[in-house]
């Protein structure tokens, strides 16, 4: 039998998804942080115009983490595409795996985001109207259930792993 | 020549003399290397054509293009509306700095030369390519610091100013701000030989910063407007920088993931399986 189609924690379909299980997460993980930012830039800035390009309240250190996590997701989006690309002509796709991370990096910039981005850093309010902390509410609580969400895919592909393990 | 200009200190009046800031002079002098890039492009096509060996059309495209995009922003209406308008003068940077960098690197100009010239001329460049200050300048630490830093110099000193005052730092700034972005572009996605090749990490990591770099000054730049310049056009300019310079470096980064994903190809038994078109749905 051909060593390729051994199912080692998983699936004939993709036969090396165990050994590249790190690049699964990663691909993921840069791809939800990317998707996240994206839809960030694409909605909030420029289909509602909620956020604004610049705000006059924004700390130093604002405008340095704005910029470097705007130019990271740029490159993050893209690079976890190829990733992904790489990890497919590889055999090696673990898609329960790979949704967690997604899930994950989306939920934990998100957050970023919301908390030290807009509250701490103030490089722009979610929307510029009075009861700002409504709309603050909802962001955190989708980047808190983003991440749970995340967390529970990935510790149910652990325990699967395990159990394949204890069986063989 | 240039020493006409300094009996007119203040060259921003809209006295055009030949040799002003503004003038026709230092449009045909910044013009003048690209034209010239144009020409020994095309001719090196054309000969290698006629040696029987191939040279993709489509480098011939980008490459014009490109020489085009470097000629609007120093030539002709537009490079004098920069001088007026900052909003304009940045369209001109993204042209000359980035959009003309792009498209030449991807051209491939090294590789056509070495193919159009005899061998020995070819091995006289290839020394300069690999002499020391090439590898040092070429490097992308180097080459960002180079380019994003110049940029922050620029927009936030009185450098800027300056610039339109003086001829001979008009012409020095924007020639090194297309140098200073090919050799950027080069030292991140070069198809033609490089003197060193550095990591794939090294190199995502530098870009990153570099983008960053670039992205933190636009808005820089939209909150504390150059000296001399009116805060809704530092505002425009700025968003300008910031949304031109995604849609650039976008091609960057898409080109170093590419290049990446064909030097990590598996080889062997795996790739041979996946030539033949053994891909089967990705399952759980």
Known sequence: MDADTKLEAGSANEPNRLKYSGRNFWSGFLFGLGMIAFIDEMVFHQLLRWHHFYDRSTMDVGLISDGLFHAFSWFATIGGLFMYADLRRRRAVWLTRWWGSVLLGAGIFQLYDGLIQHKVFRIHQIRYVENVIVYDIIWNTAAVIMILGGVYLLRRVQKSVKREEGRS | ?????????????????????????????????????????????????????????????????????????????????????????????????????????????????????PVKWGRRLTKVLKSLPARIVTDPAVASLLNI????????????????????????????????????????????????????????????????????????????????????????????????????????????????????????????????????????
Request: contains cysteine.
């Open chain 2, 1 to 117: 020549m240039i020493v006409l200009n300094h009996s007119q200190p203040h060259g921003h009046s809209h006295s055009t003399a030949f040799f002003d800031v503004a003038g026709l002079g230092p449009q045909l002098i910044l013009a003048f290397p690209f034209a010239v890039a144009l020409v020994i492009y095309l001719f090196a096509a054309a000969t290698v054509k006629k040696k029987g060996k191939s040279w993709q059309g489509y480098r011939v495209v980008l490459f014009t293009i490109g020489a085009g995009c470097a000629l609007a922003a120093v030539i002709g209406p537009l490079a004098e509306w920069a001088h007026a308008n900052f909003t304009v003068h940045m369209l001109g940077h993204l042209l000359l700095g980035m959009l003309a960098p792009l498209l030449m690197v991807l051209a491939a100009p090294v590789t056509l030369l070495l193919r159009a010239m």
């Open chain 2, 149 to 284: 830093g110049g940029l922050w110099i620029l927009y936030t000193t009185e450098l800027y100013a300056a610039m339109h005052d003086d001829v001979l730092l008009h012409l020095f700034i924007h020639m090194h701000v297309f140098l200073a972005g090919y050799v950027f572009t080069a030292s991140m996605i070069s198809i033609d030989p490089m003197p060193h090749r550095t990591a794939y990490l090294y190199r995502a990591i530098v870009l990153v910063l570099a983008l960053a770099g670039h992205q933190i000054l636009s808005k820089f730049i939209y909150a504390n407007p150059p000296a001399g310049v009116p805060r809704a056009e530092a505002e425009a300019g700025g968003q300008l920088m910031f949304y031109g310079g995604d849609a650039v470096d976008v091609f960057i980064i898409f080109m170093l993931c590419l290049q990446w994903y064909r030097a990590a190809r598996p080889r062997g038994k795996m790739s041979q399986k996946t030539s033949a078109g053994q891909f089967t749905p990705a399952a759980d």
